[in-house]
Structure formats: C-alpha cells, structure tokens
C-alpha cells in the first residue's frame, strides 16, 4: 500500500517506468497489458480498488467522505469475518444476501451509499478480472424521498430536515449557553455563538466552516465582507457575510486577543480548541466534526425541541429561506456550492408547495 502512495507522489517522467516495474513485478498485467487481478489476494484487491477508484480521483476528498468510504469498507469486512466469506467466496447469492443485510439494517442513504460502494468494487473486480461474471448488476438499491428528509417514527410521512426562523433563532441563542468550563469561558461562549450564526447565515457544510481560516475572509471592491471556502469537488465559493455575524466575528476575534484586520495571508485556523488553553497565540488545532456536533447536539438537548437536529440542518434552513424570500435560483445554487441546479430546485418544489395556500386564496368559493 505504502509503495502504490509513493508511486502517486512521484514525478510524471518517474510514473511509467515504476508502474511498469510494479505491476510487472507482482504478475498483475494481463497478455493485452490490461490491469489483471485474478490472480491477486483480497488485501491486494482491496487496496489496489481503494488506490484506483477512490483516492485517485481529480476532485478533493473531505475527511468526512473519506470517513464515509472507510465506514463502508468495515461494514462490509464485519459482515464478510461473521459469514466467514472471502473476497474470492463472492457469487450470485452473497451479493444477494448481503444487498438485503443492508437494506434491512440501514436507513435508506445510508444504505444506498453503502450498495453503491459494493457495486463500485464488484465493477472494479470485473474490470480487473478478480470476478469473472457481472456481479453488480444483481445489487438493488432502495429507493429514497429526494430532498431533504427523514421519516418520522408515528407517522410514514417525510419531516423535512430544517428548521423554522423561531426555532433556529432559540436554538442558536443556546449555543454559548452549553459552556461548562471555567476557564476561557467567555471565549468559548464568543466561538459557539458564532458557530451558530455562521452555520445558520451562511448555509456552510460542516466540513467548510471547520477549514475557515481568519485568511478565508476578505472585502470586496465595495467594502461588503465575504467567506471564501472551498466546497464539494474542490470548488470554490464566496458567500456575503451578515451584519449581525460580522459583529459576533470581530466580538469572537477580540475575545481571543487576534487582530480584527483582514488578512487574507493568515491561515490560522478560525475555530480551534479552547479548552484549558492559556495562550492563544500559540500553535491552533484545528476544531474537530466530532467537537462540532457535542456543541450542535448539546445546544439542541438545552433547546429542548427538534432532538434529531445536527449541524446540517442549518444548511437545509438557510437555502429554504433564501428561496422563501425570492432570492433567485440560480444565486442560491451559487450560495450553497450545489453541483447542480436541480439540487437547488428541490427546495424550490417543496417551497412552492408549502405556499401553494396562498393561490387558494385568492379563489373565490361562496358568493
């Protein structure tokens, strides 16, 4: 695994002469010079698929994805350690049998992300000829509510995965409230408070407010404050920054004795752990997903309203609102980083729906 990472990091004028060396060297070329696994163990299959199909790939990969694909990988080795199942045992009723394993045991995305991922490595055993039949076309995928939604428990009916203007508002005012510690507490309060305003005015996905640095901000020509992050895909945006927010981040700057000046060299981390820190200026840690979701999760519990809340249901709020006051399509696709705009257009629907009362209105029934 370790000489496959290398050989990625080496210079192009390097790259054909080792690989050829390599896969020479291991008997993985086929008669047509073609990639050839068929005569590899699983760990080499394994690894040669998670070099080829997921980590070489154009687009840069966040930890929560990468952490996504390793929880795919697991699950299907558990399931493999328990069936006392090789790789090499995979036919026709294991693929069948494991496919119904996770459709009865996962919700629906995850289990669709999780087939998805077996599907991707039967294709690539195929390709690689490791298997000798078309194993994937047996897998089934559920099928899932588009948008964002979750089924709720009592009623078998889509609850949409947001919040309304109240309860967000209430909800974000308990996020300095959740600090315990003694120490640095005011900082704390200061950096959970503009976690909530940045999560709720901005729309940010947890991975792109983790990764702001003091650097991410700066003015445009004409004075307005904006975040520069980088989203899905290795594509960048730039989101305006609120009134309120920019106070609540040059309040929170101060707190932990930092400039207010923009800086757009500074790449010091925005959010980093406080606790028992004495000296700011010191080397920054950069704030965990884990730690981001006790603060999100804790304030939730003080709310004492919507428990499934995590930190990205302020996402889903903040494009819904956009849309609710006739901000155009095309600007919020830009503001969200959404791929494409259909993504974008399924809040649209679900709006107009939600609107679809006022037209009633205006239709006279009784004379």
């Known amino acids: 695994m370790n000489e496959i990472i290398h050989l990625q990091q080496i210079t192009s004028e390097q790259y054909l002469h080792k690989l050829q060396t390599k896969l020479e060297s291991q008997n993985l070329l086929d008669e047509n010079r073609?990639?050839?696994?068929?005569?590899?163990?699983?760990?080499?299959?394994?690894?040669?698929?998670?070099?080829?199909?997921?980590?070489?790939?154009?687009?840069?990969?966040?930890?929560?994805?990468?952490?996504?694909?390793?929880?795919?990988?697991?699950?299907?080795?558990?399931?493999?350690?328990?069936?006392?199942?090789?790789?090499?045992?995979?036919?026709?009723?294991?693929?069948?049998?494991?496919?119904?394993?996770?459709?009865?045991?996962?919700?629906?995305?995850?289990?669709?992300?999780?087939?998805?991922?077996?599907?991707?490595?039967?294709?690539?055993?195929y390709e690689t000829q490791f298997y000798k039949a078309h194993l994937s076309t047996w897998i089934s995928k559920p099928s899932s509510k588009k948008g964002h939604y979750i089924m709720e428990d009592s009623q078998m009916r889509p609850q949409v995965r947001e919040l309304n203007q109240k309860d967000a508002e209430h909800l974000i005012a308990c996020f300095p409230k959740i600090v315990k510690a003694n120490t640095n507490r005011e900082q704390l309060e200061k950096r959970n408070l503009l976690i909530g305003y940045l999560l709720y005015t901005t729309g940010l996905r947890a991975s792109e407010l983790l990764s702001l640095n003091w650097g991410s901000f700066r003015h445009n020509r004409q004075g307005i404050l904006y975040a520069d992050v980088i989203g899905k895909g290795n594509k960048p945006r730039s989101i305006p920054m609120r009134e309120e927010t920019i106070k609540i981040l040059l309040d929170y700057r101060q707190s932990i004795g930092e400039s207010v000046e923009i800086n757009p060299e500074d790449i010091s981390p925005l959010f980093f752990a406080l606790y028992n820190k004495k000296d700011f200026h010191a080397e920054k840690k950069r704030l965990t997903y884990a730690s981001l979701y006790k603060i999100v999760k804790e304030a939730v519990g003080l709310a004492g309203k919507q428990t499934k809340v995590s930190p990205h249901w302020f996402r889903h709020t903040f494009v819904t609102m956009l849309l609710e006051n006739d901000v155009p399509l095309a600007v919020v696709k830009d503001w969200a980083g959404h791929a494409d705009i259909s993504t974008t257009n399924v809040y649209l629907e679900r709006v107009n729906q939600d609107q679809t009362h006022l037209h009633l209105q205006k239709v006279s029934l009784f004379q």
Not at 35 to 41: N, R, T, V
Not at 70 to 76: H, I, P
């Open 34 to 125: 073609n990639l050839s696994l068929a005569d590899s163990s699983d760990q080499d299959f394994l690894e040669m698929f998670f070099i080829e199909k997921i980590l070489t790939t154009n687009k840069r990969l966040s930890p929560h994805t990468l952490k996504a694909y390793r929880s795919d990988a697991k699950t299907l080795l558990i399931y493999f350690t328990e069936h006392e199942l090789t790789f090499r045992d995979i036919g026709f009723p294991e693929v069948k049998a494991y496919n119904r394993y996770i459709r009865e045991k996962y919700a629906a995305k995850s289990a669709i992300r999780k087939l998805e991922f077996f599907r991707r490595l039967l294709e690539f055993g």
